[in-house]
């Protein structure tokens, strides 16, 4: 048995662009074309175009039962990457080894007719996505079912509703198996409950020793079913390794480093005529700025500013909010070296420390502000200054535990739990945790 | 768990620059693909239109009529001595099966674009798919061809075994020329509409309505290259009786469709390379 699922190496994909691939619809067009090169003397049958390296030199391995993550901006050459492996389309150089079948899922519903029904097209779909008639015989029933629409097995997929569509869709999709399993952004479809059940279901299948790889442009959803990550820019490997320090690169790269936000004008500072702020930084606890947070970790937020009239009792706030906008809390500084006591002038890092399984997975936006506690003179108060991405993980030891799919809930605590069992028959006792003499 | 087929040589993926190469073993194990692909263009087809496969009969019997009609009482072509509508009908089976054929498999790669840039399967199934799915309406045809037979009183004889080796002929012909069609195609959409004019001039340049007789002696060998010309005349000799054809006319007719049908899988196999990156 070999210990390598996936091979790749040196690949290489160049595309034609400029004249001749986008212009040349028509016979007369490339006629016309040829004609002129000949007139200028070019070369009637030269291929000189301009050309475009959608991948470059790109190489890794992929040791079965891994799920490997790829990320990258649009352009990056994920999809290229992703279409190679397929077979869809040719490398230009370099090559890839695929151990064992493999299956590749870069749409939903790839080959469904909308004349035909339910039942004809999980056949086609199925023969389509490399599954043989005898297999589709075999799991019809379940796919039926997994896709919940046993009454609309023999109506044209045509007079479905798009959630039934798409459940029926995936539902075949989620029934191959392959050991080898390619992913393009498909799980992006679909009602937060039925894309549980698929993830919960594609899930199974990593635990079964089968390799997948997945392309999304969902951090939260790449965090927590990859554990490696590749991150290609323009083409080539940027990064590679652990999906939440790779994610975490990206992260920074992308967006600019929301992470941080740094005043270096005083004047143009947020400020009142007591105090100005100077800086707000997320980061964790070892000190490294990042706007990628393990939903595990402690992580800090740093407020710094510059008081320029000492003698007031200050009050800081944080406040976070999601993606929705929804105030989570808002707290105000409670370190008691100096509550209630006037400050001198100076500079101030005030930092709150956020406990690891607090917040929910998703984009968290942090409005910073400062107040005069007497009189409560408000000498700022920014909003979103800076944001950051809690991402949970399928390692099973955060609040998750092993469930894989979308979470509810704009907290995610990590609780205790237990459960007491006793015969049929006999009562209950209640577990008591505090005041036993056990 | 060891993956089932870990003793399997694992896929390479990389730039083929041998065009000869054709993976027969991989075409057989898609062979269901193939299969599920033809039987959904036949479903397809006649789904929700009221008059359904009867189609497959209204076609030929329309063209049987108006050929009837202009070629034999109004132009007054010989047929062999046989009655017009038998000695047409015989040719236009295995025509209207090349030119459903030619129609949709020409267009095939393009008309399923879709699969093509998502999906894996040797791309030379889509051609084939398409010829295959004719069939369906060919027996629909031939069965009413049995009808008129019985209706002019004429029983079909022992040669009647000829047909399916015909049949074999027609859609290798239909697929060598789709190869270049549907491959054409991709690049520039010209095909598309070039292909019923080409159909059109094949069909008179084919025995459909007139007999071969006709057809002078000096010209016969350039004639015969055209395989529609040996096929034709095989049907009617099969169906209908009369003079066997030549082994000259047959030779020529097969020789030409095994030659277009090679060149035309070379041509495709090179050609499909790019076809996600161009359709």
Redesign the interface.
């Known amino acids: 048995m070999t210990d390598i699922s996936v091979k790749v190496e040196h690949l290489s994909k160049q595309y034609l662009i400029g004249v001749r691939q986008p212009s040349y619809h028509t016979l007369s067009d490339a006629l016309v074309e040829r004609l002129r090169r000949l007139v200028s003397m070019r070369g009637f049958f030269s291929h000189s175009q301009e050309t475009f390296w959608a991948l470059k030199d790109v190489s890794f391995e992929i040791k079965p039962g891994e799920v490997v993550g790829i990320i990258g901006r649009n352009g990056a050459g994920k999809s290229t990457l992703l279409k190679i492996l397929s077979r869809i389309t040719e490398p230009t150089e370099g090559r890839a080894l695929l151990h064992g079948r493999v299956s590749s899922l870069l749409e939903v519903g790839t080959g469904f007719h909308p004349e035909l029904t339910g039942r004809d097209n999980v056949y086609l779909s199925g023969s389509l996505l490399g599954m043989k008639k005898a297999e589709i015989d075999a799991k019809f029933d379940e796919i039926v079912a997994f896709a919940e629409i046993e009454k609309f097995i023999d109506t044209p997929v045509k007079r479905y509703s798009n959630g039934m569509f798409v459940r029926l869709a995936f539902a075949v999709a989620a029934h191959l198996e392959p050991e080898i399993l390619i992913l393009d952004e498909v799980l992006a479809v679909g009602d937060s409950r039925f894309q549980k059940k698929c993830l919960n279901k594609m899930e199974d299948v990593g635990k079964h020793g089968r390799t997948i790889l997945f392309v999304s442009h969902s951090m939260p959803a790449v965090a927590r079913i990859c554990k490696r990550v590749i991150l290609l820019e323009d083409g080539v490997v940027r990064m590679d390794g652990p999906a939440h320090q790779v994610i975490a690169t990206y992260m920074g790269s992308d967006v600019g480093s929301s992470a941080v936000r740094e005043w270096s004008d005083p004047t143009t500072a947020p400020q009142g005529e007591i105090v100005r702020l100077r800086a707000v930084r997320v980061r964790t606890e070892e000190g490294r700025v990042t706007d990628a947070i393990d939903i595990r970790q402690p992580f800090g937020i740093d407020m710094e500013y510059e008081v320029k009239e000492g003698g007031h009792v200050l009050q800081p706030f944080f406040r976070f909010t999601n993606e929705e906008n929804v105030c989570l809390f808002c707290p105000p500084d409670l370190d008691p070296s100096w509550r209630g006591r006037p400050r001198p002038a100076g500079r101030y890092i005030t930092t709150v420390w956020l406990p690891g399984n607090l917040f929910a997975e998703g984009r968290i936006f942090v409005d910073v502000a400062l107040c005069v506690l007497h009189g409560v003179i408000v000498q700022f108060h920014e909003r979103n200054v800076v944001s950051f991405q809690v991402l949970d993980t399928l390692d099973g030891d955060s609040a998750r535990g092993d469930w894989a799919g979308e979470m509810e809930g704009v907290l995610r605590p990590l609780l205790k739990w237990t459960t007491t069992f006793t015969q049929a028959g006999e009562h209950p006792t209640l577990v008591v945790t505090k005041g036993s003499n056990v | ?6 003793v ?1 040589s ?7 620059r041998n065009s000869f190469y054709l993976n027969v073993q991989e075409l057989w194990d898609f062979r ?2 193939l299969y ?2 033809a039987w ?1 263009d036949m ?2 087809r006649y ?2 239109t009221v008059l359904g496969v009867a189609w497959a009969i209204i076609q030929p019997l329309a063209a049987l009529v108006i050929f009837t009609i202009v070629f034999s009482l109004w132009a007054k072509l010989p047929s062999d001595g046989l009655p017009y509508p038998l000695f047409a009908y015989a040719a236009l089976l295995p025509w209207t099966l090349l030119a459903r054929s030619l129609e949709r498999s020409g267009q095939s790669v393009v008309a399923e674009s ?8 040797p791309r030379v199934i889509l051609p084939i798919a398409s010829t295959l799915a004719g069939v369906i309406d060919f027996v629909i045809a031939f069965a009413l061809f049995l009808l008129l037979m019985a209706w002019y009183g004429i029983a079909p004889t022992w040669k009647v075994i000829a047909i399916p080796m015909l049949v074999l002929f027609t859609l290798g012909t239909s697929l060598a020329v789709s190869l270049w069609l549907s491959a054409l195609n991709v ?5 598309a509409g070039a292909i019923p004019l080409l159909t059109q001039l094949w069909m008179y340049a084919s025995p459909v309505v007139y007999p071969l007789a006709l057809v002078p002696e000096q010209w016969r060998t350039v004639y015969s290259l055209n395989p529609m010309a040996g096929i034709i005349e095989g049907f009617r000799w099969a169906l209908l009786g009369g003079a066997a054809p030549d082994t000259r006319t047959a030779m020529l007719s097969a020789s030409a469709t095994g030659i277009l049908l090679i060149f035309g899988l070379i041509f495709f196999n090179r050609m499909s ?2 076809f ?3 359709v």
Do not use: G, W
Request: overall charge positive; cysteine-free; glycine content about 0%.
């Open positions: 768990m060891a993956p089932a087929n870990a399997l694992p896929t390479v993926i990389e730039s083929r269901e693909l599920f692909l959904r479903k397809a789904a929700q879709n699969l093509v840039k998502k999906v894996y399967f690049h520039y959409r010209d095909v390379r790019t996600s990156d161009v």
